[in-house]
């Protein structure tokens, strides 16, 4: 009895280290880099300044940074969190490229990751936003659609995969068979910045 109850704590451990070693963090080179900009010792004054993606003198705090260990192991991408029916803006002018609005459901099952409504903006120099876990047709904006910087676009909500309301915001570009993700800075109240794990960021009067 003492052996089995000494086995059980053995696999308990065993246990723990391999959920432990299966959160280690990423190893894509882009977070490192994020990191090191993020804390200024890199610094960037030429990639684009992006708005943050809701309304002036709201205040959201940010609960998955890049490369986080949770669901943004190996994303480039940013959590929002925000009750629903929340205005979305565009983060950055644009052509709207995708629409989905007709996702209902939402929670942490993999099911559900096929109801996550989206919005995809493709920039300029060709990168694209993309603005997850939207709420049932709230789109305020058609594919083909050219988008100002700062426009509403539409409602935050909790389809797809999502353990709670937010708002899940990333930038890439694609091209040559390449994926490329875009850490990218934001004007905030207290300046520019690499937005953090856990901080809140107010969107300043621009
Ligand atoms: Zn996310």
């Known amino acids: 009895m003492k052996l089995f109850l000494q086995k059980k704590s053995l ?3 065993l246990f723990l280290l391999v959920v432990i070693s299966g ?37 959201f705090r940010v609960i998955q940074g890049y490369f986080s ?21 565009a983060a950055r002018g644009g052509v709207v490229v995708r629409v989905k609005e007709d996702g209902t459901l939402g929670g942490l099952k993999k099911k559900y990751r096929s109801h ?16 997850w ?45 390449q994926w490329q993700q875009i850490p990218t800075r934001f004007q905030t109240s207290k300046g520019i910045k690499y937005l953090r794990s856990w901080k809140r960021y107010k969107r300043k009067a621009d």
């Not at 610094?43 to 002036?56: A, M, R």
């Not at 260990?69 to 803006?89: C, Q, S, V, W, Y």
């Not at 049932?136 to 904006?141: I, P, Q, R």
Request: aromatic share 10%.
């Open 11 to 13: 696999y308990r451990v």
């Open 23 to 59: 959160c280690s963090v990423s190893k894509n080179p882009l977070r490192k880099q994020v990191k090191l900009l993020q804390k200024g010792i890199i610094k960037d004054d030429t990639s684009y300044v992006y708005s943050l993606p809701y309304e002036e003198g709201k205040t």
């Open 69 to 89: 260990r949770f669901t943004h192991k190996e994303r480039a991408a940013l959590d929002f969190n925000m009750k629903r029916g929340t205005k979305i803006l």
């Open 116 to 131: 996550g409504n989206n919005i995809v903006i493709q920039h300029d120099d060709g990168s694209r936003a993309g603005y």
């Open 133 to 177: 876990h939207l709420q049932y047709n709230s789109a305020e904006v058609q594919v083909g659609d050219t988008v100002k910087q700062g426009q509403l676009i539409a409602l935050s909500g909790k389809t797809g995969y999502a353990f709670v309301p937010h708002l899940h915001f990333l930038v890439w570009r694609s091209g040559g068979g």
